[in-house]
Nanobody, 125 residues
Framework: VQLQASGGGLVQPGGSLRLSCAASGFTSDYYTIGWFRQAPGKEREGVAYIGDSRKFYANSVKGRFTISRDNAKNTVHLQMNALLPDDTAVYYC?????????????????????WGQGTQVTVSS
């Protein structure tokens, strides 16, 4: 099983980026995806999560970020709009096999089975 995160880069405040997480090797297993980020000197935190129909977002990104899933391509996207300097971080996608998580659990990193390598997002003028 592999997760490949991509789409990071340098963007000005107020700009947009779309991150992608391509999953391979899951065969027939159902899985759900979370996006996390880690800024310099800070702990890694949950950003967004998508299950079959459930989506959760951190309060700091609600209304600006949108998570979506393309099952045909085994890819999850994170559309990030109105980016702020505080969004600067390495973004990771993580996958959990099995059932959906709930609003109180999706941030728990120990519940995820697989992690991608991370993609850098820098928001700066």
């Amino acid at each position: 099983v592999q997760l490949q995160a991509s789409g990071g880069g340098l963007v000005q405040p107020g700009g947009s980026l779309r991150l992608s997480c391509a999953a391979s090797g899951f065969t027939s297993d159902y899985y759900t995806i979370g996006w996390f980020r880690q800024a310099p000197g800070k702990e890694r935190e949950g950003v967004a999560y998508i299950g079959d129909s459930r989506k959760f977002y951190a309060n700091s990104v609600k209304g600006r970020f949108t998570i979506s899933r393309d099952n045909a391509k085994n890819t999850v996207h994170l559309q990030m709009n109105a980016l702020l300097p505080d969004d600067t971080a390495v973004y990771y996608c993580a996958a959990r096999r099995g059932n959906n998580m709930i609003s109180s659990s999706w941030r728990r990193q120990e519940l995820y089975d697989y992690w991608g390598q991370g993609t850098q997002v820098t928001v700066s003028s």
